[in-house]
Every structure is written in C-alpha cells, then in structure tokens.
C-alpha cells in the first residue's frame, strides 16, 4: 500500500494566487515526521517545510504552510502569493517511527505558474 | 547553512564500468543517505549510513555498495554499471538531532 499519496500529478496556477498541494499519508505509528521539498528543474530536493506528529501547531516558514490534519491523515501544502519562482515537482514524504532513517517520498505534483 | 556536494552533475558511462558517486557534507551530519530517482518510481532508498564504516541497505541495494571512511564523505559504488542504473541519483544529510535530510544537487547518470 501506498504510503504517501499525492493525487495531483499537475497543478496550474495564476501568479500571486495561493495553492494547496494534497498529501496524505498511512501509518499506524504514533510517531512520525512530513515534510515537504521542492525540486526544480535544475534537479536538486530542496527543503521547505516539517511537521511533527506530536506538534500541536501547523508549521509555518515564510509563504509555506502545512495544514496538518491529523485524524484524515492529510498533511497539505499551502503557498500563499505564487510566483512565477514557484515552478517545480513538490514531494511530500514522511519518517515512521522515533529514530526512523529512511524517508518515504510521494510521486510528487509538478507545479505550474502562469503569469 | 548546510551545504551537501555531489562529485558531479552529469556522468556517462560505459555498461560494465566500475562507477563511484562521490558525496560530501560539511555539518558534520552522522547519518547520509544514496537515493534514486525515477520517472514514476519517485525516490528509493538504496543505502544509508549512521556513522563511519556503518552501512544498512534500503530499498533496493541491489547492484550497488556504499564506503564511508570519513565522516563528510560517503560514496556510492556501482560494481559493473548496467543499463538499466542509468537514473537521477541523489545524496542527503541528516544530524542525529533533528528529522531533516538535506539533499545535494543531484547527479544524473547515463549508462551506455
């Protein structure tokens, strides 16, 4: 089974408009961490956002949020004012377990935005 | 600012050929990782390393190991390249303390 589920293979969005990318996830375990990367044409997993299993508050950093919604399992990427820079592939991808090394990754959505 | 390089962006070789992809991490991170990246695979796991000369196998080690001498620096084998390992093949970094893996800028290998 999938662990990470992103449904939006493409996204088109107009500039300065906000976007959310949808990730959800499937874990038994109480404890694990989402993240959230950018990766441009260029080729290289930028990171842009984390959330902890235990965190009581949506993170946030910068034009980034993450709503975190525990219960359905959905940990969203918000971007708010898009700009043109925006473009690219975004995975979501999760640490199970306390210690966990390994990353699962999302198939990703690649983002595009229109000026 | 963490800042993880990657011996080269493109590399073509020749089936067959011994290949070393050379990483290198300057924070001092325990833990690096070797991914690849495929077009609707997305990335998989293939080595990663806690601390010096300590190895586990990820997902999919086959046709590949891994040597980490030093601390920074953790290189990806591949014994006798094939065909079918020409892929995008990603370096990170991880510190014990935190979640976060930092990604090198990727090199994109063609095996011919």
């Known amino acids: 089974a999938q662990k990470i589920t992103q449904t939006q293979p493409g996204m088109f969005v107009q500039e300065k408009e906000a976007v959310t990318l949808d990730c959800t996830y499937d874990?038994?375990?109480?404890?694990?961490?989402l993240f959230w990367y950018k990766q441009p044409s260029s080729g290289e997993m930028i990171f842009l956002i984390y959330q902890g299993s235990y965190d009581q508050q949506n993170a946030t950093e910068g034009r980034y949020s993450l709503n975190f919604q525990k219960a359905r399992k959905s940990a969203n990427l918000v971007i708010s004012a898009s700009q043109l820079g925006d473009s690219a592939m975004y995975f979501c991808?999760?640490?199970?377990?306390?210690?966990?090394?390994?990353?699962?990754f999302g198939q990703g959505t690649r983002l595009t935005i229109n000026p | 600012d963490v800042k993880v390089t990657q011996s080269s962006r493109y590399l073509v070789k020749r089936t067959g050929e011994k290949v070393f992809l050379e990483c290198v991490q300057d924070m001092d991170h325990e833990n690096m990782f070797w991914y690849r990246q495929d077009p609707g695979l997305g990335l998989r796991l293939i080595y990663f390393s806690y601390d010096v000369k300590m190895k586990e196998k990820g997902d999919i080690p086959e046709g590949y190991s891994v040597s980490r001498e030093k601390k920074e620096r953790f290189s990806l084998i591949l014994e006798s390249a094939s065909t079918n390992q020409t892929s995008m093949y990603l370096c990170?970094?991880?510190?014990?303390?935190?979640?976060?893996?930092?990604f090198g800028p990727g090199t994109r290998l063609t095996v011919l």
């Open positions: 874990t038994s375990d109480p404890s694990y961490g």
């Open positions: 990170a970094s991880r510190s014990g303390s935190t979640d976060t893996q930092y």
């Open positions: 991808a999760m640490r199970e377990g306390e210690g966990a090394q390994k990353l699962v």
